[in-house]
């Protein structure tokens, strides 16, 4: 069955690099997703990545695919405290317009 | 263009008292999502509709109830709240393999 694990804390210092990690089991996973969960609100998408790319970047955000080993991590790079949230790794299935299968999230605290 | 609205944004209960959170969306999606999260445990599927006039079960959907009112609204109801069901209630809305969220409700059964 499909599983997404993450580790469920990481702290950083200002003006670091963050690296988020994630884990899935889905071989047949077509979208990879990352969301993000600031407190209070509720989730919003970051960036995804399609399976037939190893690397995706957006500005300070990097994305990593290793298909292999079926593990996915975000690169937040020059964190700052806003970026101070819960992250959320997810994957669907390949025939899409199916419910996500989310991770617990990782919870990434910026230290001043 | 709002995205995904939920009402209400806050709601405390009784247990036993029945409820329905109220879902909408404004960007033409078929497939709608109700998801509950809870603290250490990620956010969990309680159901789905893939399209106008269908629904199917998540993975926990006991002791709920969904209405798929027309593309645009699906709503979520407690029958007979109970302490397990005090949780953040996220709703969302996709097409293929965009899933969009709402703001949430956080629902607390005393």
């Known amino acids: 069955g499909e599983d997404v694990e993450q580790s469920l804390f990481l702290s950083v210092r200002e003006g670091d690099s963050s690296v988020i990690n994630c884990t899935y089991t889905?071989?047949?996973?077509?979208?990879l997703y990352w969301y993000k969960q600031e407190p209070g609100a509720g989730l919003q998408l970051l960036t995804y990545?399609?399976?037939?790319?190893d690397m995706k970047q957006d500005q300070r955000l990097t994305v990593l695919l290793n298909k292999k080993d079926k593990h996915l991590s975000l690169r937040i790079a020059d964190t700052q405290t806003g970026d101070s949230a819960i992250y959320f790794c997810?994957?669907?299935?390949?025939?899409?317009?199916?419910?996500?299968?989310f991770g617990k999230g990782t919870r990434l605290s910026v230290i001043a | 263009n709002a995205g995904v609205t939920q009402t209400p944004k806050f709601q405390v209960l009784k247990t036993g008292q029945s409820m329905t959170l109220q879902c909408a969306q404004d960007m033409n999606h078929n497939s709608m999502y109700w998801y509950r999260q809870d603290p250490g445990m990620g956010l969990r599927l309680i159901y789905y509709?893939?399209?106008?006039?269908?629904?199917d079960k998540g993975e926990v959907p006991n002791g709920y109830n969904v209405s798929r009112l027309n593309k645009r609204e699906f709503s979520l109801r407690l029958e007979s709240a109970a302490p397990s069901q005090t949780s953040v209630y996220f709703c969302?809305?996709?097409?293929?393999?965009?899933?969009?969220f709402g703001p949430g409700t956080r629902l607390t059964v005393t």
């Open positions: 509709s893939a399209s106008e006039g269908t629904t």
């Open positions: 990545i399609f399976s037939n790319m």
């Open positions: 969302a809305s996709g097409d293929k393999y965009e899933q969009y």
């Open positions: 997810a994957e669907i299935h390949p025939s899409g317009n199916t419910p996500l299968v």
């Open positions: 889905d071989s047949s996973s077509t979208y």
